[in-house]
Structures are given as structure tokens and as C-alpha cells.
């Protein structure tokens, strides 16, 4: 395996204490996953802020939002219908709750590197019921004058795809829920091809198929068809239990290249790259058979979900591609990476 990562020396870039909370008396637990883009002359994080009161010993305790508010579901940590097993994820009751809510927050850097919160602009946040649990690793795509945020929206009802539009990042018009549960890793092309937008996307089917790379298409980038199933999970490989896209893909002259995690039966995530043909997206025309990315690093190995690197957010600038991503779910780092180097790892 050759890690083709070149990890920024100051990794981690961002870490929960960094951050004031977006809710007076909760706590930022993790800072992860940040959409990117380029806006005025800087580089720009829309990033994922997950919360959670303080925890006291004997009780487990999360928000959700209600209202115009949140809500504060308490449990004693020793209830018989309990479960926490997966830090993210509280089950009680056979009902599934996450035991963090996240919000988007926007941060921007003039050398791509140190991060500030620049006055003026609001953080993200879930509005609707669909949204309850929080809104989460947001993609961003500039087409034309319109940046499309499609990001992973969470309540009781499951977990889909959001979208919200804008041109200037002070005003937001709200798409609502663009592809029904259970979806995320949505990230829509930079340009139509042949007159049409497209979306990477991730369904995850219950018992026949799993949780695969789909591809969709649209007339206007808001209403999505014809979907098909372009890439699947490896059995006994480092993507074998289930793999996402990240963000947009890139358009190179050997096709579109899209940057995508894999999870294994261990939950380790790594990063992989494909390449699908650029008239005909749906094509899938190659692929790395090993990570181009794993998890090495103590702040990838250890924190609130270990042994975890995940990206939905790059810049492009000619071959360097500069990958942002949420190491173990808890610190967003950034490592540079060649786009020939990437291209030349792939098995056709
Ligand atoms: C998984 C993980 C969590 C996330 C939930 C809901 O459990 O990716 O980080 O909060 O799904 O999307």
C-alpha cells in the first residue's frame, strides 16, 4: 500500500476547542468534515460542529432540535434499554438517536491553512423536522453564480440528502429534502454535461444490494431521476462494508475523477479514488485497488471515532489537490496530493 497523502505539518488545522459552541452550555465535541470552496479570494470551510452537553457520570445526555429550540433527551446510562455501543449512535428504545447534534459553520483562510470565523456571515443550521438530529458533511458545488449545498440531513424519520442554494453565502434558499432516506455523500458535478446536472449519491439498502456509489441525473440540479448503481463495495477489501463519494468530482482529460471512503468490517474509513468517463458519467471506467489514504497518524487513530480519515471538500489547483478531512471524526486536518499521481494509481 503507498499512502500518496502529503499531510500539512500543522495538522491538525482545527480542533473542538478552537470554537465557540453554537449553543450556550453545550460542548463542541467534534469538528470534522468540512465542505470547501473558494470564495472572494480565500479558501473557505463550511464545517460540520457537533454538540453535546457536558456529560455527568450516570446519565447519557444529547439535544435535539425542537421548535425554534433544542431539547435535552436525558437517559440513565445504567437503563436496561440502552444502547451506546457506537459513540455516534444512541439506541433506546429500538429507537435510534445520534448523541451528537451538528450544525455548518463558515470559516475562511487567506493561506489555506489558518482558519477564522469572518464577521457577517450565520452558521447553518438544521430547520425543518426532517432535520431534527442536525445537518451534516457538507458538499459544495459552485455551478455558475450558485454554490449547491447538499448535505446529510438527520431526524427520527432517517437520515437523506438537503439542499440549499446561494450566491453569497448571506442568503440561503432552501430546497428541502432532495433525496429521501437512507442517503448521504451527495456531491453534484462542477458542470452540466450535455445539458444535464448530475449527483454522485449513497443509498443504503436494508437486505439485497448495501451501501453503494449511485449516480443521478437532473434537468434543473434540484429534482433528480434516473438513477443508477455505478460502484460497490469489495469483499474482504479495505472498502468492503461501505464506501461514499466525497466531494465534487474533478474534471481531468483521462475523465472525472471522484475521491471516495471506504469502510471496512472494523469501521476503519480510508480514501480511494475512481474515474468515470467524462460524456458519460455513469460509466465507471476505473478504480485504486489500494487506499491512496489511511489512517497513520495519532490525531487519525485517536479521538471521538478512531482510525477514521473522510473528506467531502478539495481545491484544485492545476495538478495539486489540497484534500480537507475529518480525522477521527473529532479534528479537521488537510494533506496535499498529486492529481497525476492519483490518476496513475488506477487499475483500468
Ligand atoms: C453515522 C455516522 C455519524 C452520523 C450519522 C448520521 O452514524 O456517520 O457521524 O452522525 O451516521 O449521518
Redesign the pocket.
Known amino acids: 500500500m503507498k499512502d500518496l497523502a502529503k499531510r500539512f505539518v500543522q495538522n491538525p488545522l482545527l480542533s473542538p476547542a478552537d470554537l465557540k459552541p453554537g449553543i450556550p452550555g453545550l460542548e463542541i465535541t467534534c469538528l470534522l468534515n468540512p465542505g470547501v470552496f473558494t470564495f472572494e479570494g480565500k479558501t473557505w470551510l463550511l464545517v460540520r460542529v457537533?454538540e453535546r452537553p457536558k456529560q455527568q457520570p450516570g446519565i447519557i445526555s444529547f439535544p435535539v432540535l425542537k421548535g425554534n429550540g433544542i431539547e435535552i433527551i436525558e437517559i440513565p446510562s445504567d437503563d436496561p434499554d440502552l444502547n451506546v455501543d457506537?459513540p455516534?449512535?444512541i439506541n433506546f428504545r429500538g429507537l435510534d438517536y445520534?448523541t451528537?447534534l451538528?450544525h455548518l459553520r463558515l470559516l475562511c483562510s487567506d493561506d489555506g491553512i489558518s482558519f477564522y470565523e469572518p464577521e457577517g456571515y450565520s452558521a447553518l443550521q438544521g430547520k425543518t423536522s426532517q432535520e431534527a438530529?442536525?445537518i451534516?458533511?457538507c458538499r459544495v458545488t459552485l455551478i455558475e453564480d450558485t454554490y449547491y449545498l447538499t448535505y446529510?440531513a438527520?431526524s427520527e424519520n432517517g437520515?437523506g440528502v438537503g439542499l440549499r442554494t446561494t450566491k453569497d453565502w448571506k442568503v440561503f434558499k432552501s430546497e428541502g429534502m432532495i433525496i429521501p432516506p437512507h442517503n448521504?455523500d451527495c456531491a453534484i458535478f462542477q458542470e452540466k454535461i450535455n445539458g444535464k446536472y448530475y449527483a454522485l449519491h449513497r443509498p443504503s439498502s436494508v437486505d439485497l444490494g448495501g451501501n453503494f456509489i449511485w449516480i443521478a441525473e437532473s434537468p434543473d440540479g434540484i429534482h433528480w431521476g434516473k438513477h443508477q448503481c455505478i460502484l460497490k463495495t469489495r469483499k474482504d477489501k479495505w472498502d468492503s462494508k461501505r464506501i461514499g463519494a466525497g466531494a465534487s468530482p474533478i474534471k481531468t482529460d483521462k475523465g472525472w475523477l471522484e475521491i471516495y471512503h471506504g469502510a471496512n468490517h472494523a469501521h476503519r474509513y480510508c480514501l480511494g479514488a475512481f474515474l468515470m468517463d467524462l460524456e458519460n458519467p455513469a460509466l465507471v471506467v476505473a478504480r485504486t485497488d489500494e487506499p491512496i489514504m489511511v489512517p497513520i497518524e495519532q490525531y487519525e487513530l485517536t479521538g471521538f471515532?478512531g482510525h477514521v480519515v473522510f473528506t467531502n471538500g478539495h481545491i484544485v489547483n492545476g495538478d495539486e489537490l489540497t484534500i480537507y478531512y475529518g480525522a477521527a471524526?473529532e479534528f479537521v486536518c488537510a494533506a496535499m496530493f498529486s492529481i497525476q499521481e492519483i490518476l496513475s494509481s488506477l487499475t483500468y
Open positions: 457537533a457506537d455516534r449512535v445520534l451528537t451538528s438530529f442536525g451534516e458533511d446529510t438527520v437520515v448521504k471515532f471524526d
